[in-house]
């Protein structure tokens, strides 16, 4: 079993920062990527950041030069620096990773979330 507990949601005014932190516990061999993603209301899930096992990153256009993505593999823990926040960055942010159990198989997992609100 393996589970990950996102934190660190709030509410924020537009301009303010925030920062995410992901921990991913339990049957854990390796991670090969960490992601986040978030859901706004009645919107599909979209792709935030991911931080791949080679060290690579990836954004999405949409919070490029904002959002910083960082990961301690010793830890198995993700987080999300969230800068200049505006107000259609409202949503959940989900917690997704890629991982080998010690049986040997690929799997995938997501967090349960955590709300972010950009308001005045």
């Known amino acids: 079993q393996v589970q990950l507990v996102e934190s660190g949601g709030g509410l924020v005014q537009p301009g303010g920062s925030l920062r995410l932190s992901c921990a991913a516990s339990?049957?854990?061999?390796?991670?090969?990527?960490m992601a986040w993603y978030r859901q706004a209301p009645g919107k599909q899930r979209e792709f935030v950041a991911i931080?791949?096992?080679?060290?690579?990153?990836k954004y999405a256009d949409s919070v490029k030069g904002r959002f910083t993505i960082s990961r301690d593999n010793a830890k198995n823990t993700v987080s999300l620096q969230m800068n200049s926040l505006k107000p259609e960055d409202t949503a959940v942010y989900y917690c997704?990773?890629?991982?080998?159990?010690?049986?040997?198989?690929?799997?995938?997992?997501w967090g349960q979330g955590t709300q972010v609100t950009v308001s005045s």
């Open positions: 339990g049957s854990i061999s390796s991670i090969y990527a």
């Open positions: 931080f791949g096992s080679d060290g690579s990153t």
């Open positions: 997704n990773a890629g991982y080998t159990n010690f049986e040997g198989d690929t799997r995938e997992n």
